[in-house]
Structure formats: structure tokens, C-alpha cells
């Protein structure tokens, strides 16, 4: 946890405002250090008073996280779909240790949204870090509903076909196949099947390979970052994007 947890307070002491904060945040980090269960009382407490800046209960809820506290799980999840992308990596590095199994199924509840596309991409590579039982259809779906021509989210697509890979579940060599047709897909999806020991030229042809459009999912039209139609409500959750 030592490095995930010294890039959090290093980009927190960046937010400070006043000396008030500041005195908060080292309190805070002196309650993560002791490690105590008395420590995690007062911490699970920031968790829950009213008003407390999202970035002492990101604090909190991520060393809750990292030792297995469960009452950190309502702040992680609501942290692993933010507006954010670095807040999601965040929480989801900490939901991976919580140990909890209601993870997996708002992990997968989050990425098979299709309303929160955009913020997708953390919640993806969870369901691949956990291997839950969930894991597998959700990333299938998730994929299935990502190829179609023009879809601007390819970076979504593309945790979904590498996490595919990892997890080695047969049930997704079909979705995989059809991944294998689209460009920046491509090389991805076939080192995916391989590690499936499917051979890539026995795949059957993908969405780019059939009459009436290319198929292709092709590159955002913001530079690197993905399309973000509309954009969240301010103060709402987010994944893969920023607001």
C-alpha cells in the first residue's frame, strides 16, 4: 500500500486550501499510521459526518480499504465511478484488498452501464484483478455493446479484450473473435485468444470484416482522451474520463 498510498496524500496536499485543511489532513495521516483499531474508529467516522471534503474521506475510506474494513465499501464504489480518472485508480486499488463480495457486483453493475460508458475503465480492470464470477459476463457484455462502428470508447473496449485474456474463460473466445476485427483491438484480441489457445486466422471474421460499414471503433476525436457525450451532473460519479 506504501507507494498507492504516498501518491494519494502527495496529490491531496496539492487540494489543501487552508491551514485548517491542513491540520486535517495531518491528523488524518497520523490515524492512518498507527494502524490501530482505534485509529480505524475515527477514521471510519470521517467516513460518515456531514460536510467532511471528498478528499479526507478518500483518505479515509482508501486505508479503511487497504486493511479490510468493510465500511469503507459505499465510499470506494461512489469513488470508483468519479469524475476523476486518478480517484477511480485510487479506489480501485483499495476495493481490490477490501475483500469484500459485493465488489465484484457493483464493479460489474458500473461497467455494463451504458449510461456511464466513459467512466468504465477502472471498474473493467477491477472485475479483471478479482476474477469473481461476475467478471467474465460482465466484460463480455461490455465489449459486445462496444463494437459497433464509429463507438468513440476504445480504450474501454480494449481493458475489456485484455482482461478477457487474463481471466482465460473459454466463454469469451466468441466476443474476442469478433474484437479481432477491429483496429486498435486487434493485436489485443489475438494475444487474448492465444492465451486462450485459440489461433487467430481460425477466429471468426469480426464486425469489420462484413458488408455494410467497417465495423471499426475508431480513434476519439479529442486527442487521447474519450468522448464524453453530455458529461455527468456536477458532483456525480465518473470512471473513465474527466469532467
Same mark, same amino acid.
Given at each position: 500500500m506504501e507507494e498507492e498510498f504516498h501518491e494519494l496524500t502527495d496529490r491531496v496536499r496539492a487540494e489543501l486550501r487552508s491551514p485548517q485543511d491542513l491540520v486535517a489532513y495531518e491528523r488524518l495521516l497520523g490515524l492512518a499510521r498507527k494502524n490501530t483499531p482505534a485509529a480505524r474508529e475515527e477514521l471510519a467516522r470521517v467516513l460518515v459526518v456531514v460536510e467532511r471534503p471528498l478528499w #479526507?474521506?478518500?483518505? #479515509? #475510506? *482508501? /486505508?479503511?480499504?487497504? +486493511?479490510?474494513?468493510? !465500511?469503507? *465499501?459505499?465510499?470506494?464504489?461512489? $469513488?470508483?465511478?468519479?469524475?476523476?480518472? /486518478?480517484?477511480? #485508480?485510487?479506489?480501485?486499488?483499495?476495493?481490490? !484488498?477490501?475483500?469484500? &463480495?459485493?465488489?465484484? !457486483?457493483?464493479?460489474? +453493475? $458500473?461497467?455494463?452501464?451504458?449510461?456511464?460508458?466513459?467512466?468504465?475503465?477502472? &471498474?473493467?480492470? $477491477? %472485475?479483471?484483478?478479482?476474477?469473481? &464470477?461476475?467478471? /467474465?459476463?460482465?466484460?463480455?457484455?461490455? $465489449?459486445?455493446?462496444? %463494437?459497433?462502428?464509429?463507438? &468513440?470508447?476504445w480504450r474501454v473496449a480494449l481493458a475489456c479484450v485484455e482482461g478477457l485474456g487474463a481471466l482465460g474463460d473459454r466463454r469469451a473466445v466468441p466476443t474476442l473473435a469478433a474484437a479481432a476485427g477491429h483496429p486498435r483491438l486487434a493485436a489485443a484480441a489475438a494475444a487474448s485468444l492465444a492465451r486462450l489457445g485459440v489461433q487467430e486466422d481460425a477466429a471468426p471474421a469480426g464486425p469489420g470484416d462484413a458488408g455494410g460499414g467497417d465495423g471499426r471503433i475508431h480513434a476519439p476525436r479529442r486527442g487521447d482522451g474519450e468522448a464524453v457525450p453530455g458529461g455527468p451532473a456536477d458532483g456525480g460519479p465518473a470512471a473513465d474520463g474527466r469532467r
Open positions: #479526507a474521506r478518500e483518505i #479515509a #475510506a *482508501f /486505508v479503511l480499504g487497504c +486493511a479490510g474494513d468493510k !465500511r469503507a *465499501f459505499e465510499t470506494l464504489v461512489l $469513488l470508483l465511478n468519479y469524475r476523476d480518472p /486518478v480517484r477511480c #485508480a485510487t479506489a480501485a486499488h483499495a476495493l481490490g !484488498r477490501l475483500g469484500d &463480495p459485493r465488489t465484484a !457486483r457493483a464493479a460489474a +453493475a $458500473l461497467a455494463t452501464n451504458p449510461l456511464r460508458t466513459a467512466y468504465a475503465l477502472h &471498474p473493467v480492470r $477491477l %472485475l479483471a484483478e478479482l476474477r469473481a &464470477p461476475q467478471s /467474465v459476463p460482465a466484460l463480455v457484455a461490455t $465489449l459486445e455493446r462496444l %463494437l459497433t462502428p464509429h463507438n &468513440p470508447y
